[in-house]
Nanobody
Framework: QVQLVESGGGLVQAGDNLRLSCAAS?????????MGWFRQAPGKEREFVAA????????HYADSVKDQFTIATDIPKTKVYLHMNSLKPEDTAVYYC?????????????????WGQGTQVTVSP
């Protein structure tokens, strides 16, 4: 099992920056390769945002957030961060952290084995 706890969400204004954090733990965490972020806006499907390879640090982003968001881990690689810059109202969503044991099909939710409970990000105009 892997436990994921997100934090850092909140209400911000358009143009603000925000950093989300996800702390990972559990007996199965050592098998994790992909650490990713997804988001789900009201009335929409959950969509991929970004992922990072826990072994070599390779990053992968959705086109919609490339150059705006940055994913990173801490030194022990037990936390994953999502740095979100110049936020827009359309970035409003619940953001979920997820982990997977393979570095493939990164943009598909089914490729991830464990999920956090989500953290709400609301961007006002």
């Amino acid at each position: 099992q892997v436990q994921l706890v997100e934090s850092g969400g909140g209400l911000v204004q358009a143009g603000d920056n925000l950093r989300l954090s996800c702390a990972a733990s559990g007996r199965s965490f050592s098998s994790t390769i992909a650490m990713g972020w997804f988001r789900q806006a009201p009335g929409k499907e959950r969509e991929f945002v970004a992922a990072i390879n826990r072994n070599d640090g390779v990053e992968h982003y959705a086109d919609s957030v490339k150059d705006q968001f940055t994913i990173a881990t801490d030194i022990p690689k037990t936390k994953v961060y999502l740095h979100m810059n110049s936020l827009k109202p359309e970035d409003t969503a619940v953001y979920y952290c997820a982990t997977g044991r393979r570095w493939s099909l990164l943009e598909q939710a089914g490729a991830y084995d464990y999920w956090g409970q989500g953290t709400q990000v609301t961007v006002s105009p």
